[in-house]
Every structure is written in C-alpha cells, then in structure tokens.
C-alpha cells in the first residue's frame, strides 16, 4: 500500500524559512514526478511546485517562484520544499502529490499526479 507522508509545517514569522518533507511508503517514485500544491480556507487547491527527477527540470507557480526550492533525494525517497521570504499570503495546508508516469511536463494540475498526502499546515504570522 502507497502512502504519502508530510512534515515540516508549522508556525513562522514572515519573512522566517520553513522546510517540507515528503516521504512516500511502499513504492519509489525516483523516476517519476512529484510536487506541492496548497489550499487555504475557502480555496481551490493550487499548485506551488514540481519536479520532474532528481537534477531534473522544476516548474514554480509565480507566487512562489524565487523564494521556494524543490528538491529531492531519491537516495532517502525523500522530496522536500525550501520555503524562504514566507509572507502571511503562504499560510495554507501543503499538500505532497506523486505521480505514475513519466511523460508530459509541466505538471501543475491535480489531476495529473496519483497518490496525495494528508497535508502539514503552514501558517506565517504578520
């Protein structure tokens, strides 16, 4: 059974840092892409980040592109999200998405990826 699991949130100030994990259980996904989409209160879920492998192309929303880094260790299964210069604009839940196939990029829409975690909440103070 594939489970997807994140970690990492919290409570920051703005302009603080956090980073995410994203550990998937049961198979890998080294050759295949995964990424991070958000939701706020109200909201539709919206892509953040992906990245296609490891080394491989990475694609950023416009909000987050320059102060968000994705990366991956396939060594640890592992994805994480570098979240730098956070504005009270990112409080949200995060979400970790992997996908089971490997053509077609961009990846930017929810129905493109398979498996989901159960999100980790982000909140940054003002």
């Known amino acids: 059974q594939v489970q997807v699991v994140e970690s990492g949130g919290g409570l920051v100030q703005a302009g603080g840092s956090l980073r995410l994990s994203c550990a998937p259980s049961g198979r890998t996904f080294s050759r295949y892409p995964m990424g991070w989409f958000r939701r706020t209160p109200g909201k539709e879920r919206e892509f953040v980040a992906a990245?296609?492998?490891?080394?491989?192309?990475?694609d950023y929303a416009d909000s987050t592109k320059g102060r968000f880094t994705i990366s991956r260790d396939n060594a640890k299964n592992t994805m994480y999200l570098q979240m730098n210069s956070l504005k009270p604009e990112d409080t949200a839940v995060y979400y970790c998405?992997?996908?089971?196939?490997?053509?077609?990029?961009?990846?930017?829409?929810?129905?493109?990826?398979?498996?989901w975690g159960q999100g980790t909440q982000v909140t940054v103070s003002s």
């Open positions: 990245i296609r492998w490891i080394g491989g192309p990475t």
């Open positions: 998405a992997a996908s089971t196939y490997i053509s077609s990029w961009p990846r930017r829409a929810e129905r493109e990826y398979d498996y």
